[in-house]
Nanobody, 115 residues
Framework: QVQLVESGGGLVQPGGSLRLSCAAS????????MGWYRQAPGKQRELVAA???????NYADSVKGRFTISRDNAKNTVYLQMNSLKPEDTAVYYC?????????WGQGTQVTVSS
């Protein structure tokens, strides 16, 4: 049983950067896919970025070129580097780890992009 805890959210100005971290209480080595999702007020939760155990990545079109997902299996941590932030990026960001047999979600961390 793995718990995921996000950190690094906060208030940032448009054009700024944040790095989110997702720390797992156990090993993520065997979890096929780690991902970041976000949910803005009044909207559905959406995939932001995902990375597989083999290193393949996938990004929402809206964040391509601005966000980078990475995973450090040795540290049991997943990161989301967010650059050139826009007000539209404002949301609660959730970490997720899933494969055929498990599905873990973190509690979320608030990211607010505003001047």
């Amino acid at each position: 049983q793995v718990q995921l805890v996000e950190s690094g959210g906060g208030l940032v100005q448009p054009g700024g950067s944040l790095r989110l971290s997702c720390a797992a209480s156990g090993s993520i080595f065997s979890i096929h896919t780690m991902g970041w999702y976000r949910q803005a007020p009044g909207k559905q939760r959406e995939l932001v970025a995902a990375i597989t155990r083999g290193g393949s990545t996938n990004y929402a079109d809206s964040v391509k070129g601005r966000f980078t997902i990475s995973r450090d299996n040795a540290k049991n941590t997943v990161y989301l580097q967010m650059n050139s932030l826009k007000p539209e990026d404002t949301a609660v960001y959730y970490c997720r780890g899933f494969d055929r047999v498990v599905d873990y979600w973190g509690q979320g961390t608030q990211v607010t992009v505003s001047s």
